[in-house]
């Protein structure tokens, strides 16, 4: 139903499914910067126009559909005369596969610092060009031209240019103050991310698992994924991070794991192998000893084997390396086995960890060191945490689990006298 005046409205009758069988119209509408992306749910196509609506802010939640969006986008801008462009902070996991068909990409927060103010001067150029084809006086504001470049004779029309950022909110969060000095170095007029409240971050209280819960997680999900629950909240370990782990990382006698690399899945499903998250990433983690029985055994029985010290440390039953897509299928099953909320993610095992190092006797740079976090701001105030210390903390660490399985062992008592159980046989430390 789409009103066409006051008072009058047009039906449509559909006499298919238009879920059942996405079918494009034969002639969809496209044109210059006119992108037929989707169906509407009367069998129209939907045509994303970016000369009558230059901007635009996707909105949406998991699994629903931006990513495929921005995919259609590209594809469809890809085969016009245009210039592509894209931000991507989180390493490119979004854009890094279209980059052969980008003029430029930038996939971490310094490469978008350094992108943003040649774009701004791109737009200022523009903008003086077209002041001076379409008689607009010197002085008038940028943002108050109302003119844009399709007014310009086509012989002097510069290319357009279609920039992609995925996550703004971080871009915000991590360009700002790098654009604040360039507009102070006068490399730039004006900062782009200038947005009131956009330099602010505010989210709900992550949750945090007991060890109780951290122990029921890594029972349900499984003896070839147990220990990567461990080390998500004893690390505290990124996925991306333990994915890339090998043999040669591990030192069992001094219970220490080195994190060299990343590898985060694509959205296409590859491994983007590469650096970790930031510099500090790169280090040494000290696991607490009550770990020790947990990580000899996944080196006996599921690290890769045939790859020698190079062999990944976590692979799928069929030898294949960690996947994103089918771990999360087996968290989500333990996460419901076990009654933890719906919301309780893998990432909150890190603030588990945070919060329990803390409570075993750590400063705030001992647990940015372990969990391989970085604050220029902080570090000011941060006190120096080598490994000696690390060792330290860890056995804090060990002292503050051992002591808390305990009171669950009593609490449990009336069980135990029936057998250990699966779990218990697993764990005898």
Request: aromatic share 6%.
């Amino acid at each position: 139903m789409t009103p066409v005046k006051p008072g009058v409205v047009e039906l449509r009758l559909i006499g298919f499914d238009v879920l059942g069988k996405v079918r494009m119209p034969k002639t969809p509408g496209a044109g210059p910067l006119r992108i037929p992306v989707a169906l509407r749910e009367d069998a129209t196509a939907f045509v994303r126009d970016y000369l009558t609506v230059p901007h635009q802010l996707t909105l949406g939640a998991t699994i629903s559909g931006k990513s495929m969006y921005l995919r259609n986008l590209i594809k469809g801008l890809a085969r016009q005369p245009v210039a592509l462009v894209g931000i991507d902070c989180k390493r490119g996991v979004e854009l890094a596969p279209f980059a052969p068909r980008l003029s430029a990409l930038a996939t971490d927060p310094d490469e978008a610092a350094e992108l943003l103010p040649t774009l701004v001067k791109e737009m200022e150029d523009r903008y003086d060009l077209i002041k001076a084809r379409q008689g607009i006086a010197p002085d008038i504001p940028d943002e108050e031209i109302t003119s844009d470049i399709w007014g310009l004779p086509e012989y002097e029309r510069p290319v357009p240019i279609v920039l992609f950022v995925d996550e703004v909110a971080e871009l915000f969060l991590t360009a700002t103050r790098k654009d604040e000095t360039a507009v102070d170095d006068e490399l730039i007029r004006r900062n782009p991310c200038r947005i009131k409240g956009a330099g602010k971050e505010s989210s709900a209280e992550r949750q945090i698992a007991t060890v109780a819960q951290v122990d029921a997680l890594a029972d349900a999900v499984g003896p070839r994924w147990r220990l990567m629950v461990f080390l998500g909240a004893y690390g505290p370990m990124r996925p991306e991070e333990q994915a890339e782990l090998r043999r040669k990382d591990v030192d069992l006698e001094a219970m220490t794991i080195r994190v060299r690399q990343a590898a985060p899945e694509l959205t296409t499903g590859k491994r983007a192998l590469g650096d970790t998250k930031s510099e500090v990433g790169k280090r040494i983690v000290v696991l607490p000893a009550f770990l020790r029985t947990d990580l000899r055994r996944h080196l006996d029985w599921y690290a890769e084997k045939d790859k020698g010290a190079e062999g990944l440390l976590f692979v799928g039953e069929k030898g294949k390396p960690f996947r994103r897509s089918s771990f999360g299928r087996k968290w989500r099953k333990a996460r419901e086995r076990i009654g933890m909320p719906e919301g309780f993610r893998f990432y909150d095992l890190r603030h588990t960890g945070h919060t329990l190092s803390t409570r075993s006797g750590a400063t705030l740079k001992d647990t940015m060191v372990r969990a391989g976090q970085s604050s220029t701001r902080a570090a000011l105030f941060y006190q120096h945490s080598d490994v000696e210390r690390q060792q330290e903390v860890a056995g804090g660490l060990d002292d503050l689990v051992r002591a808390e399985r305990k009171k669950g062992t009593k609490a449990g008592a009336a069980q135990a006298d029936d057998g250990p159980s699966g779990a218990d046989l697993v764990r005898d430390a």
